[in-house]
């Protein structure tokens, strides 16, 4: 009867100990995550054949390690420009720092099985594969800090620069009329932003100086642009404004909108290109133009957190021909 007793005592002890330590790890995970918001925008390519592009992102990485719950998808990322943003994905992760997220695109198949998993889509509806002659790899990872607080959510955008990443193939051979750009060269086609801590600026052309082209406002750090360097294009690739943090397309009403910008000093450069043949324009020049806003210059602009600044611009002249 002893026995018995002493048996039962010691596994009711046992019991009650397992239960307050399963009961301590469940409060501690539940303590010890946050959650992590990633989104995809694009800034626009200048190639107007071009009727879409297409990436498929079959796994999602931060610091190295697959963030569980994501699904592998295919996106029209140039549908997302302007301050748009596809929700890629939106999950429970440690909370605790990171500096590097890591995108792996799917070269073979998009999330339907269908062959090939990135590509363009030309107004011909032909499909490119991006990566049939191209020597990038298809894990792009990107170098960002950022921090995951217990129980709150930190949102991550990544930019997707489709004018740096994607060229046309040069080669007469080639089976696909774009390609990827070089591995190198598609890391830095993105940069990965806190959406919290940017800003945006936006404003209208009142004056787009030719009626058959096509005008887009590139923006810098400030003292990053070289005329010559930018306009005469970098790398293997020969990328043409490369160092511009971000681009975009001035509408038919002569609006453009900068988003995703993360806080610091800017300045803005206009390029102008003009038709060469249908749906196809070339660089023509840079613009000489004046910011029509009291107080603020092109060449001297600070973006701060949750900021939106209204820079409207008036274009005078071509500032530099492209030869």
């Known amino acids: 009867m002893k026995r ?11 019991s009650t100990v397992l239960f307050v330590q399963c009961t301590k790890d469940d409060d501690t995970n539940g303590a010890e995550k946050g959650t992590l918001t990633v989104k995809l925008t694009d800034a626009p390519s200048d ?60 070269q073979e198949a998009d999330a339907s099985g269908n062959a090939p998993g990135c590509y363009v889509l030309t107004d011909d509806n032909t499909k490119h594969d991006l990566f049939a002659e191209a020597g990038a790899s ?3 990872a990107v170098s960002k800090a950022f921090e995951v607080s217990q129980g709150t ?20 051979a080639a089976s696909a009329e774009y390609k990827f750009v070089t591995s190198a060269e598609l890391k830095n086609a993105l940069r990965v932003v ?31 642009f070289n005329a010559s360097a930018e306009t005469t294009g ?12 971000t681009s975009a397309k001035v509408e038919s009403d002569g609006s453009y909108n900068l988003s995703f910008l993360e806080e610091g000093d800017y300045e803005v450069h206009l390029a102008s ?31 701060s957190a949750n900021s939106n600044i209204q820079l409207n611009i008036e274009i005078f002249s071509l500032l530099y021909l492209i030869p």
Do not use: H, P, W
Request: glycine share 8%; hydrophobic share 40%; charged share 25%.
């Open 4 to 14: 018995k007793s002493f048996f039962i005592a010691v596994m009711t002890l046992i």
């Open 47 to 106: 190639d107007l054949n071009i009727q879409g592009t297409f990436v498929t992102v079959a796994d999602v990485k931060i610091d190295g390690e697959s963030v569980e719950g994501f699904t592998k998808q295919t996106i029209e990322i140039s549908a997302y420009q302007n301050g748009n943003a596809k929700l890629l994905l939106s999950e429970d992760v440690a909370a605790k720092s990171y500096n590097q997220i890591t995108l792996v695109l799917d």
């Open 138 to 140: 298809g894990e792009i």
């Open 153 to 172: 959510e930190t949102s991550v955008v990544i930019d997707f620069d489709l004018r740096k990443a994607v060229v046309r193939n040069q080669e007469s």
């Open 194 to 224: 806190i959406e919290d801590e940017c800003g945006e600026v936006s404003g209208k052309i009142e004056n787009t100086l030719y009626a058959d082209a096509q005008t887009y406002v590139f923006i810098y750090k400030k003292g990053d």
């Open 234 to 245: 970098s790398g293997e690739s020969e990328v043409m404004f490369a160092k511009a943090v």
């Open 273 to 303: 290109y003009e038709k060469t043949g249908e749906n196809q324009f070339a660089i023509k020049g840079l613009l000489k133009a004046n910011s029509t806003i009291g107080g603020l210059l092109l060449n001297n602009i600070s973006v």
